[in-house]
């Protein structure tokens, strides 16, 4: 005999839209693309899943590879049409108006 299942099973497997909550709702069905505003431009931002990351990247911000698997964001100017996007890191994303002018060693 096998043991008696204690919690329930669910039916409905999608996830429910809040009533007056699009922006949140959008965030979880799409992945997340937002537009963001800095002193560096207005870009368009996406997080990247680990399940979804499976190349390697070179992150900008610090010119370190970002592994397969690793959660991260990818962003590109609000302007282009995502020619120009990038990988970073999610902490690299969030520091990038602080940081001086690096340049990669050669």
Partial sequence: MSPRRNTPRRRDRGPKRPEG???SFID???GGQRRVT???GEWVMR???GSAAVKHYRCPGCYQDIPPGMPHIVAWPAGS???ERR???SSCWQRREHR???Y???
């Fill in 21 to 23: 909550d699009d922006d």
């Fill in 28 to 30: 979880r069905v799409t």
């Fill in 38 to 40: 800095g002193s560096d």
């Fill in 47 to 49: 997080h990247i899943s």
């Fill in 81 to 83: 049409k995502g020619e």
């Fill in 87 to 89: 990988h970073w890191h």
């Fill in 100 to 102: 001086s002018v690096r």
């Fill in 104 to 106: 990669p060693r050669r």
